[in-house]
């Protein structure tokens, strides 16, 4: 079963996606889908949309940009750049380089999404006071 229809419009929608948009989580993915990052662990719609709800009360200008992406059979891997703002800082847009695995069900849901990204890299570091103490932490790891 090829799945690249519902992959093409995945990438699309994570594209777009604005806070208006987040409920439309609940078309893509199965009522009883897996998601999980750096950060959360939840199943089911409900839990899902809530991430990127809180996502945008949290953030400016939230963006995903899908860089590559493969699919086999009902699996499927995507590379991403998530750019953003601090809140209060319009200047500084800043980015996140990840990945995602999504599976897909045989009704061309999606019911698996993990995303890895390295949340001391692509986040920690980039805080003021905390971004020197997590590169402190890293120099004395590499000593």
């Not at 229809?5 to 806070?19: G, P, Q, V, W």
């Not at 409900?46 to 990127?52: E, L």
């Not at 009902?74 to 990840?98: P, S, V, Y």
Request: aromatic share 14%; hydrophobic share 40%; with cysteine.
């Amino acid at each position: 079963m090829n799945h690249q229809t519902e992959l093409k419009h995945f990438i699309d929608f994570c594209e777009h996606l604005s806070a208006d948009s987040t409920s439309a989580f609940a078309r893509l993915y199965s009522a009883d889908a897996f998601f999980k990052d750096p950060f959360n662990e939840v199943t089911g719609h409900a839990a899902i949309i809530q991430i990127f709800d809180h996502m945008f009360t949290r953030l400016d200008k939230p963006k995903f940009v899908v860089t590559r992406h493969m699919l086999q059979d009902d699996e499927a891997f995507l590379t991403w750049n998530f750019l953003f703002h601090f809140k209060g800082d319009t200047r500084t847009q800043q980015c996140i380089h990840g990945a995602s695995h999504l599976k897909f069900s045989a009704d061309h849901t999606i019911n698996y999404h993990r995303d890895y990204w390295d949340a001391a890299e692509e986040l920690y570091e980039k805080i003021p006071l905390l971004g020197g103490l997590m590169r402190l932490l890293k120099c004395k790891a590499n000593d």
